[in-house]
């Protein structure tokens, strides 16, 4: 049975009047389902097979009939809202896309070329999740901060293209062997593009029509907390940035520069958290944020994400228990995804 015939089917079944013979039917095309004796196109059997299960449960010809032309709907139209390829009739399908503000993650994804081995890199469920709701296939996601890769090897996997800017030549190195270790056949080297550079100084838009590329369709900002982690030696790191005003400059001028090239109406991400100096928070999340809000963006979302498997506290859970018990503080446990919108 492949979608036309299912269809068919359950237009048949829409014709009955009489509720046992419906849910009689409903039946047999579960059994066909679950036997995987389908050929369905662009759609999950599980997916079928949970709507299915809520047509049996219903108790009147009328819910039951409601169902069921919800499910043809879902099955022969398309609903989109220009930003993703997300079918809205079908939208219990994406029951893996997180729509709450608070995400608890125990773990990263450790899949293909996705390692752990480079300190400050962000967990790939990110850029996962927010490059299949705010893009659709062979749209343009900008990286300012790339370190190992992780964005863009998301991008290749979902069908994207990428631009991943990196200030360390090392680093670029780095994810530039990363991310051939998980292009496939598909993926075209021409879609990706790693630059080496200062995100705060490079001309973005130089660089995208050099490459031929009008504009880009969203963007990551995952900078160093400042300078919870060093990560070298060069002045112009944002890590060595030698107090809060100097960093939150720097990061305004990197927030410049992406407003530049990215569309009207799309959508930017700041992944970041906030850090303890001499005894006191410095909520830097919130500071950035109010730089990018000086900008022509406007908030969408505030997500906090846990923070479970750091590799700097992990190892020294009992040393932080005792420092934040003797310096009155509480440990942090969490981090910021804010999203923006360009206007």
């Not at 390829?85 to 125990?106: G, V």
């Not at 360390?168 to 496939?184: F, G, P, S």
């Not at 130089?206 to 002045?235: G, M, R, T």
């Amino acid at each position: 049975m492949g979608n036309r015939g299912l269809i068919e089917e359950l237009n048949r079944l829409l014709d009955l009047n009489d509720l046992e013979q419906i849910k009689c039917g409903v039946s047999g095309i579960r059994e066909i389902c679950g036997s995987g004796r389908t050929r369905l196109r662009k759609v999950k059997p599980q997916y079928i097979l949970r709507e299915l299960e809520q047509i049996t449960a219903a108790r009147t010809i009328d819910r039951t009939k409601y169902y069921l032309k919800r499910l043809v709907k879902s099955l022969s139209e398309e609903k989109y809202t220009g930003v993703n390829d997300l079918n809205l009739h079908r939208w219990k399908e994406y029951d893996d896309l997180l729509t709450d503000s608070l995400w608890l993650i125990d773990k990263r994804d450790k899949s293909g070329a996705h390692n752990a081995a480079y300190w400050g890199n962000f967990i790939p469920q990110i850029p996962n999740q927010f490059i299949r709701r705010y893009t659709k296939k062979n749209e343009w996601v900008l990286d300012t901060f790339l370190g190992s890769g992780t964005t863009l090897i998301e991008c290749i996997r979902l069908k994207r293209k990428g631009i991943g800017i990196e200030l360390q030549n090392h680093i670029t190195e780095l994810a530039k062997r990363n991310i051939m270790n998980d292009l496939d056949l598909q993926s075209s080297e021409s879609d990706l593009h790693i630059i080496t550079g200062d995100s705060s100084s490079l001309n973005f838009s130089e660089i995208l029509q050099k490459n031929n590329i009008p504009s880009v369709q969203f963007a990551f900002l995952h900078p160093p907390y400042w300078d919870i982690i060093k990560f070298s030696d060069d002045k112009r790191d944002l890590s060595n940035a030698s107090d809060v005003k100097e960093f939150l400059f720097k990061m305004g001028k990197i927030i410049d520069n992406v407003y530049k090239v990215l569309d009207p109406q799309r959508y930017m991400a700041l992944v970041i958290g906030d850090k303890y100096t001499g005894g006191e928070l410095v909520p830097l999340g919130f500071l950035v944020m109010q730089e990018v809000l000086r900008r022509k963006f406007s908030l969408i979302s505030i997500v906090v994400k846990n923070f479970e498997q750091t590799r700097g506290k992990h190892a020294q859970k009992e040393l932080w228990r005792y420092r934040a018990l003797k310096g009155g503080f509480y440990v942090f446990k969490h981090e910021y995804i804010f999203l923006f919108k360009k206007t």
